[in-house]
């Protein structure tokens, strides 16, 4: 498919409730969304957002938030395979009824090698048990935002997709995390491109809207208009009316 703008309704509108932000989605002229943690309200209330807007929801995070005040049960942490896989069949319930083409797996707290052969069991699992036609993504988040985090570098997540050796796990872009990580953005879209499936963007350091911070955007978006095909979802805190902040949309057409 061609570069989809895509919405985060986690982090888009942030004034409205949650439900009230697919409307002002499509009213701002988006086709699809995405939503990090869907898990707090019933499927069907987010279907129904979905569905009397058209809107394609692009992924959501998983699994989700652990309630009972244990340990979360993210994929990269040793000895949590079973609650992992536990969790899990939330997630499932939730595609299942909504549909995302995408599914980002997180990695959660955690180090070292055993952290490694945790997140790869993790993962083949997931991917095993996914619903055809979508998706599994990881994403290395930077140490800034998401201190302790197992994923932190994109070598680091070539390494573990190739050890998953799955066709439907792929690699997740963020602007913001790869500027932090890395310095350079668009080095890295560049550099990894064969296997990323999803870009978000959020400008650095402040993950804020596109062109307010460090990242060379003119130069990400000749990167992507180059042939990237897929969903482009903004992903980051508007600092006002998000409405103002939808430039970014028009200059990836461009």
Not at 139 to 168: S, T
Not at 216 to 235: H, K, N, P, T
Request: charged share 20%; glycine share 10%.
């Amino acid at each position: 498919m061609p570069i989809t703008p895509a919405a985060n309704l986690s982090l888009l509108w942030p004034e409205l409730p949650y439900l009230d932000r697919f409307d002002a989605a499509a009213e701002a002229g988006f086709g699809a969304v995405e939503v990090l943690f869907p898990y707090d309200m019933p499927a069907k209330e987010t279907q129904r957002a979905l569905l009397r807007n058209g809107l394609t929801l692009a992924l959501i995070n998983a699994p989700p938030p652990n309630y009972t005040g244990g340990p979360p049960g993210f994929a990269a942490q040793p000895g949590g395979e079973a609650r992992f896989a536990h969790d899990m069949r939330r997630v499932w319930r939730y595609v299942e009824a909504l549909r995302p083409r995408m599914v980002h797996v997180m990695a959660g707290e955690a180090e070292g090698p055993a952290a490694a052969k945790a997140f790869v069991a993790s993962l083949r699992h997931a991917a095993a048990e996914a619903p055809p036609g979508g998706t599994l993504m990881i994403e290395p988040l930077c140490p800034q935002a998401k201190p302790g985090y197992f994923l932190n570098d994109y070598a680091q997540a070539a390494e573990l997709l190739a050890a998953v050796d799955a066709p439907n796990v792929a690699l997740q872009f963020d602007s913001f995390h790869a500027q932090m990580i890395h310095g350079d953005a668009v080095a890295v879209f560049e550099e990894y491109r064969p296997l990323i499936r999803h870009v978000q963007l959020g400008d650095a350091p402040e993950r804020g809207a596109p062109g307010s911070g460090d990242v060379d955007f003119d130069g990400l978006f000749a990167a992507l208009r180059a042939g990237y095909d897929g969903f482009v979802s903004g992903e980051y805190s508007p600092g006002g009316p998000t409405e103002r902040s939808l430039g970014w949309v028009t200059a990836l057409g461009e």
